[in-house]
């Protein structure tokens, strides 16, 4: 075929059309496929997945929320559940193995709703990490939800860019049905949380800029129930005092010189007491030795006086 026959057909008002078709429908398989690739490849999802146990004929549900941030890496996180407290009753809000280990504002329950807020220092990236696990205990003969109803989630770019959350609202579920007992009877738990090292930080952005210690550890027996804290001068927490709170904790001694004890305690009643040493010098230890310098120098100074005296009227 001649190179002119060949323009002639090209020509022909079929042929054109049809070449045009062809050419729309590749472009349009094209746009269709960027579309999907840039969503699966940036926005982040979250997901449930739930066990039940049973212990001395109670049953617990538990339901942990998973973070997957695709390929971005998460620095903060905030959101809130709901919860329906109708059939159930919560036990407790773990976040032990987080992957958010500071808490600005840690999981709690407020009327049906569970609000926190928490960091990731340095970054999380991966498909499964756990922000947090609620268990309560169920009634079987009604269902029982949570739902992740919003959520905030930013990225680890030091600008604080929101990452985009895919599938919202998350949602698991509770349907009545008998279990199996496996819960494991937390009164054979002797052994204590484990070993944590708290820190003192103090930002002019959070906290009304005062000073606030921020502690986490876990006990992968019975679970951790519980954390208290004590100020003190003294090197030894006494029996009573102590205050029931959460991380992070504003210290109430602000100029840093008291000794701090942070204590865990485990739901079986096992405890891990850690201690920070005061920031600045106690000067009690040197009003002390210039208490002692001045009664050194008095009793000198009787004892020079008596034995002059002694010598004038002997």
């Not at 007992?181 to 070993?195: N, Y």
């Amino acid at each position: 075929m001649s190179k002119v026959e060949m323009q002639a057909e090209l020509s022909l008002p079929g042929d054109r059309v049809n070449y045009m078709k062809r050419k729309l429908f590749c472009l349009f398989l094209f746009s269709i496929f960027c579309l999907l690739f840039s969503r699966f490849a940036y926005a982040a999802s979250f997901f449930f997945e739930t066990k039940t146990t049973g212990v001395a004929r109670s049953e617990f549900f538990t339901a942990s929320l998973f973070l997957n941030t695709g390929d971005k890496e998460a620095n903060a996180i905030s959101g809130s559940l709901q919860v329906s407290l109708e059939s159930c009753a919560i036990q407790s809000i773990a976040r032990d193995d987080s992957v958010f280990t500071v808490w600005i504002e840690p999981p709690a329950l407020r009327d049906n709703q569970i609000t926190f807020s928490g960091i990731a220092p340095g970054g999380y990236s991966g498909g499964k990490g756990l922000v947090l696990a609620v268990t309560c205990a169920i009634n079987q003969q009604k269902q029982w939800s949570v739902e992740l109803a919003s959520v905030r989630l930013l990225a680890n770019d030091g600008l604080g860019t929101e990452i985009s959350v895919d599938g919202m609202p998350v949602r698991a579920e509770f349907v009545p049905e008998i279990f199996p007992s496996s819960q494991p009877d937390i009164t054979r738990d002797m052994v204590p949380p484990e070993l944590f090292k708290p820190f003192v930080t103090q930002s002019p952005d959070a906290w009304e800029g005062k000073w606030v210690i921020i502690f986490e550890t876990k006990d992968k027996d019975s679970g951790i129930n519980h954390y208290e804290v004590f100020e003190s001068r003294d090197r030894s927490p006494a029996a009573y005092g102590w205050n029931i709170t959460e991380s992070p904790y504003i210290l109430s001694d602000q100029g840093r010189s008291s000794f701090i004890f942070i204590k865990a305690v485990d739901n079986a009643g096992n405890e891990r007491i850690v201690v920070i040493n005061p920031a600045q010098k106690d000067f009690s230890l040197i009003q002390m030795v210039i208490h002692s310098i001045i009664i050194i120098t008095l009793v000198a100074g009787i004892v020079w006086y008596y034995v002059r005296y002694r010598k004038k009227t002997a």
